[in-house]
C-alpha cells in the first residue's frame, strides 16, 4: 500500500506561482511511476507531470511545458510541482498519484491516489 498526501495548493493571480508538495509513505518502491495530475470541474482528468520512481526522464504535458518543474526529494520521500507563470486555465484540483500506468501522462495503471489539492489562479 502507498499513502500520498499533497499540500501546497491555494489562490494566485496570474503569472504567480506555487508550489505543490506530494508526501509519500507506505510501499512506494512498488510503484513504477509517480505523476501529478489535475482536474478542473466539467472536465477529464489530465496528467501534467511524471516520473519514473527513483529518477530517470521526466514527462510533461504540452500544457505545461516550461511553466512547471517536478522534483523528487528522496530522503523526505516527497514527490514536488514547482508551477510558475499560472495562468487562471491552470486552476484545478491537482492529485498526486503512484503506479504502473501504461501511458505515464494517463491515469490508467495509477492505483494510488492522494486527496488532491485546489489551486485556484485569477485573472
Known amino acids: 500500500q502507498v499513502q500520498l498526501v499533497e499540500s501546497g495548493g491555494g489562490s494566485v493571480q496570474a503569472g504567480g506561482s506555487l508550489r505543490l508538495s506530494c508526501a509519500a509513505s507506505?510501499?512506494?518502491?512498488?510503484?513504477?511511476?509517480m505523476a501529478w495530475f489535475r482536474q478542473a470541474p466539467g472536465k477529464a482528468r489530465e496528467g501534467v507531470a511524471a516520473?519514473?520512481?527513483?529518477?530517470?526522464?521526466?514527462y510533461y504535458s504540452d500544457s505545461v511545458k516550461g511553466r512547471f518543474t517536478l522534483s523528487q526529494d528522496y530522503a523526505k520521500n516527497t514527490l514536488y510541482l514547482q508551477m510558475n507563470s499560472l495562468k487562471p486555465e491552470d486552476t484545478a484540483m491537482y492529485y498526486c498519484?503512484?503506479?504502473?500506468?501504461?501511458?505515464?501522462?494517463?491515469?490508467?495503471?495509477?492505483?494510488?491516489w492522494g486527496q488532491g489539492t485546489q489551486v485556484t489562479v485569477s485573472s
Open positions: 516520473v519514473k520512481t527513483g529518477g530517470g526522464d521526466i
Open positions: 507506505g510501499h512506494t518502491y512498488s510503484s513504477d511511476y
Open positions: 498519484a503512484a503506479g504502473y500506468p501504461v501511458r505515464v501522462l494517463s491515469s490508467s495503471g495509477y492505483d494510488y
